[in-house]
């Protein structure tokens, strides 16, 4: 079955750039899905960031403005976010998921990991 | 940007009763609402989708109506387990969450 796998630095300094790779497994990263980050601050609800199709078409949360870019490596069967200028309002815990043909819901989900901004 | 809204913030509620969340949008979803539960320390789980769809693995007494702007999460007989936090989530537009229900004992 696919699984999803969230890695990247779990501490990063205010003003610095915030990266995580999800790698796939179980299928293809170019088979019709939307690959996606989640957030979810301390306590808080659930936040999407924003999607990529293999194809290399983005859609992004307005909220996060240009910081955010979501790529994709089919070499390597994953996909990574970076969030620049990022403050403590970053912090949350990123989860990657993705929208499955063909309900276009997110029916598989990463364990999640959990990124710090602090100094 | 859809704003989708949930009620109540907080559900309290015995093993063995009902509870019922709803979730207001903005504008017109038509069906394209789907909910998810989470309990503490794990990733949200699919529950309904398409308004009343039920997800593969989840027991029948979970159940979904509504369509356009107003939807309903219906869990019958709660059983120990269903007590998490409960989102909707829309894709009719992008994507967008809602705060969540917290069912709580």
């Known amino acids: 079955q696919v699984q999803l796998q969230e890695s990247g630095a779990g501490l990063v300094k205010p003003s610095g750039t915030l990266s995580l790779t999800c790698a796939v497994s179980?299928?293809?990263?170019?088979?019709?899905?939307?690959w996606t980050w989640v957030r979810q601050s301390p306590g808080k609800g659930l936040e999407w960031i924003g999607e990529?199709?293999?194809?290399?078409?983005?859609n992004y949360n307005q909220s996060l403005g240009s910081r955010v870019t979501i790529s994709v490596d089919k070499s390597k069967n994953q996909f990574s976010l970076n969030l620049n200028s990022v403050t403590a309002a970053d912090t949350a815990i990123y989860y990657c998921?993705?929208?499955?043909?063909?309900?276009?819901?997110?029916?598989?989900w990463g364990r999640g990991a959990l990124v710090t901004v602090s100094a | 940007e859809i704003v989708l809204t949930q009620s109540p913030a907080t559900l309290s509620l015995s093993p063995g009763e009902r509870a019922t969340l709803s979730c207001w949008a903005s504008?017109?979803?038509?069906?394209?609402l789907a909910w998810y539960q989470q309990k503490p320390g794990q990733a949200p789980r699919l529950v309904i989708y398409?308004?009343?769809k039920r997800a593969t693995g989840i027991p029948a007494r979970f159940s979904g109506s509504g369509s356009g702007t107003d939807f309903t999460l219906t869990i019958s007989n709660l059983e120990p387990e269903d007590f998490a936090i409960y989102y909707c989530?829309?894709?009719?537009?992008?994507?967008?969450f809602g705060g969540g229900t917290k069912v709580e004992i």
């Open positions: 998921t993705a929208k499955r043909c063909c309900n276009w819901y997110f029916e598989v």
């Open positions: 179980g299928t293809s990263i170019t088979t019709s899905n939307w």
């Open positions: 990529i199709y293999h194809t290399a078409n983005v």
């Open positions: 504008q017109s979803l038509d069906s394209y």
């Open positions: 398409d308004a009343s």
């Open positions: 989530q829309q894709r009719r537009s992008l994507v967008s």
